[in-house]
């Protein structure tokens, strides 16, 4: 099990990514945009720079739903291949089966 505080954390990072995404994404256009000037892409890295860090969606980690393992999380599934395999093997999850040959 993960210490709370990291998970926690974790979701109080999707919460600001979600808040500032419409931001973010009308700053990225005109920086990309090819018809902005100069000075307008400067300005809009400078209110880019400006914003939270913890922002940016780069930052925020996957984690397994049920113990908050960071590592090792199937995304399909949302769960770490501990959680993953125990589920597996308890036949919790429809439609998986452990390999054997």
Same mark, same amino acid.
């Given at each position: 099990? /993960? &210490?709370?505080? &990291? ?13 500032? /995404?419409? &931001?973010?994404?009308?700053? %990225?256009? *005109?920086? &990309? ?10 300005? /809009? ?12 969606? *780069? ?8 113990? $908050?393992?960071?590592? $090792?999380?199937?995304? @399909?599934? $949302?769960?770490? @291949? *501990?959680? %993953?395999?125990? %589920?597996?093997?308890? $036949?919790? *999850?429809?439609?998986?089966?452990? /390999?054997?040959?």
């Amino acid at each position: 099990m /993960a &210490k709370k505080s &990291k998970v926690v954390k974790n979701m109080q990072r999707q919460e600001l990514v979600n808040r500032f /995404a419409p &931001k973010r994404k009308k700053l %990225m256009a *005109i920086i &990309k945009s090819p018809n902005s000037s100069v000075i307008e892409k400067r300005l /809009a890295y400078q209110k880019l720079e400006k914003m939270p860090r913890d922002a940016n969606p *780069i930052r925020i980690r996957n984690r397994c739903n049920l113990t $908050g393992r960071p590592r $090792g999380v199937y995304r @399909r599934f $949302g769960l770490s @291949r *501990i959680s %993953m395999r125990e %589920m597996v093997n308890n $036949g919790l *999850i429809p439609g998986v089966k452990k /390999a054997s040959w």
